[in-house]
């Protein structure tokens, strides 16, 4: 059984930056792709980031969302099955209960959350004006 636990959220004042850890367990890591999405109060879940075991997508193995493009940073140490993701520049709209989310090898639109198989329980973070 695959688990993910992230860390690292909490409350941050506007232009400050926070990094989420999301530790996986239950199986070999490295070989699937991880994500990032958030959910605000009443709204969607949407997604943040993901990146790839390999290069899948269109200019290497990592890919954003528009709203945090050039803020957020997706990485992953396989030797401790762990992905991150380092924010910078945090805004209040950034605020939600973000989730780590693991999906398959391949997979052709990382945006899409019904890609993803396995979800961490969420870390809130929360950007003060």
């Known amino acids: 059984q695959v688990q993910l636990v992230e860390s690292g959220g909490g409350l941050v004042h506007a232009g400050g930056s926070l990094r989420l850890s999301c530790a996986a367990s239950?199986?070999?890591?490295?070989?699937?792709?991880m994500g990032w999405f958030r959910q605000a109060p009443g709204k969607e879940r949407e997604f943040v980031a993901a990146?790839?075991?390999?290069?899948?997508?269109?200019?290497?193995?990592?890919y954003y969302a528009d709203s945090v493009k050039g803020r957020f940073t997706i990485s992953r140490d396989n030797a401790k099955n762990t992905v991150y993701l380092q924010m910078n520049s945090l805004k209040p709209e950034d605020t939600a209960v973000y989730y780590c989310?693991?999906?398959?090898?391949?997979?052709?639109?990382?945006?899409?959350?019904?890609?993803?198989?396995?979800w961490g329980q969420g870390t809130q973070v929360t950007v003060s004006s």
């Open positions: 239950g199986r070999t890591f490295s070989s699937y792709t």
């Open positions: 990146i790839s075991w390999s290069g899948s997508w269109s200019g290497g193995n990592t």
């Open positions: 989310a693991e999906g398959p090898a391949y997979i052709t639109v990382p945006a899409n959350q019904y890609s993803y198989t396995y």
